[in-house]
């Protein structure tokens, strides 16, 4: 559960919120809640003190209350679990979709989420321990169970009854879903057919049999993928048997869109993700979540070092040379970033695969040349500008042409190769990609300088 920005409106209701808090005013607070939705409030307990979030929550309707802690950020949520009692929490959980339900209790200590389930009633505890039994990121733990399921040898007629008796609770009834005798999927129909279909006609006359579904065991970005993919409002999760489970539906995709692009963002800038966040994890485990990356970062760093030492005396003979270092590995990291930035974004939407390989190097490799050459045009003006040798400033501008060419070429192989290997292609972006690009690219301009200038002495 993400906290998003406070919009200024936001900061506003949360201060009237505590000055009518302060004054006790509880009959215009009250008021004021009533007019703000749920995920609304959310927002505004997020932003209290911890007394003041206990506070609002308990004035809240039972209905509203369990929306309400099931969108607050997993810091607050313990606190509300901690200070309201077990019996009432437990009421909560069971008037949510099951779904929301073990996501909340997920982001409780074991013991705690046992405490509750055991309070919960015993159809509720048993479907909510079904889910939590399911891996993290899997589609069983998204899915919810209470769907329309109707009969493919069932008439109109029959399937209209069946809505008549729906519970109030299932998720959603805009389609239904036909299953046979072995609780198989085999087609799905939209609400709008079985109203507008003569009564006496069969559901397998109006269902669409080809239904897109993903396995129980799938992982969450699959899912996520698909529903963006095809404009789904909810899509059927199955078993291996291809016996008909649950449904995801489009929020919690978007819930997993922002939890992977979170993910993304923190591994882009050289850092583990956080399983908890920001504001929520321990500072231990903020450190442990970084530290390797740093290590390794330094690691890698003292390549660039070894590169100079190896042309120490390339650099006493021109020390000019040593004038254009940050523009060279400034350029090359920055040239490197774009294209990796671009590729794990179209392998992240399948707009590229690893068979694509040779296509992309053959794209980036134009695009690479085109870029290195007016990349290199404006060294040689800049250089000759500063009153350095010609010689200095045909090597920056060679230099910058190819380094910004090895680049693109790093920027496609390194996503795409990790990928092919089943690792995060973020894992080795940012900066450990403008790491091992700054030590090769030193190498390159090392090496053209004892070449070119060679040729001028």
């Known amino acids: 559960m993400a906290m998003m920005p406070a919009t200024p409106a936001l900061q506003e209701v949360r201060q009237q919120v505590a000055d009518l808090l302060e004054a006790r005013n509880l009959d215009a607070l009250l008021k004021l809640l009533k007019t703000q939705h749920p995920a609304d409030i959310a927002d505004v307990i997020d932003l209290l003190e911890k007394d003041q979030r206990v506070a609002i929550f308990s ?11 099931d969108e607050t950020r997993t810091e607050v949520t313990r606190n509300l679990v901690e200070a309201i009692p077990d019996e009432q929490i437990a009421d909560l959980l069971e008037s949510m979709p099951m779904d929301d339900a073990a996501e909340v209790l997920s982001e409780l200590e074991a013991d705690r989420a046992e405490d509750l389930i055991g309070l919960m009633e015993p159809s509720e505890a048993a479907e909510v321990e079904r889910l939590l039994a399911f891996p993290e990121d899997s589609a069983g733990r998204l899915m919810t169970t209470k769907v329309v399921r109707i009969g493919a040898s069932w008439t109109i007629q029959q399937a209209l009854e069946r809505l008549r008796t729906v519970d109030p609770e299932v998720e959603t009834r805009a389609y239904l879903y036909v299953v046979n005798g072995n609780r198989q999927l085999v087609g799905i129909v939209p609400v ?115 590169v100079m030492r190896l042309f120490e005396s390339d650099l006493e003979k021109t020390v000019a040379l040593s004038f254009f270092i940050p523009l060279l590995i400034g350029t090359g ?67 910058l042409c190819t380094l910004v060419v090895w680049a693109n070429l790093m920027g496609v192989v390194l996503p795409l190769f990790a990928s092919r290997l089943r690792i995060d292609p973020t894992v080795i972006s940012g900066p450990v990609m403008s790491t091992l690009v700054d030590a090769t690219g030193l190498l390159i301009y090392f090496s053209l300088a004892r070449v070119i200038i060679g040729l001028f002495v």
């Open 333 to 399: 990291g920055n040239a490197g970033s774009q294209v990796t930035a671009t590729m794990i974004r179209a392998l992240a939407v399948g707009e590229v695969h690893f068979k694509d390989l040779w296509l992309v190097i053959g794209r980036e490799l134009v695009t690479g040349l085109l870029l290195g050459l007016a990349m290199g045009a404006v060294g040689l003006v800049r250089a000759v500008t500063w009153g350095t040798s010609f010689a200095v400033g045909l090597t920056v501008a060679a230099s």
């Open 192 to 306: 709008w057919n079985i109203l507008t279909s003569a009564p006496n006609k069969l559901v397998s006359e109006v269902m669409d049999p080809e239904v897109t579904s993903v396995r129980v065991d799938a992982d969450q970005e699959e899912v996520a993928h698909l529903v963006s993919q095809y404009d789904f409002f909810a899509i059927p999760v199955v078993d291996e048997l291809n016996r008909f489970l649950g449904i995801i539906t489009h929020d919690d995709v978007i819930d997993i869109l922002q939890e992977e692009f979170t993910e993304d963002v923190q591994r882009f800038g050289g850092a583990a993700p956080l399983e908890f966040s920001y504001l929520s994890s321990p500072i231990i485990e903020i450190v442990r979540k970084r530290v390797g990356w740093l290590i390794l970062l330094i690691l890698t760093a003292t390549l660039t070092g070894t």
């Open 59 to 69: 004035m809240l309707q039972n209905d509203i209350a369990a929306e309400v802690l």
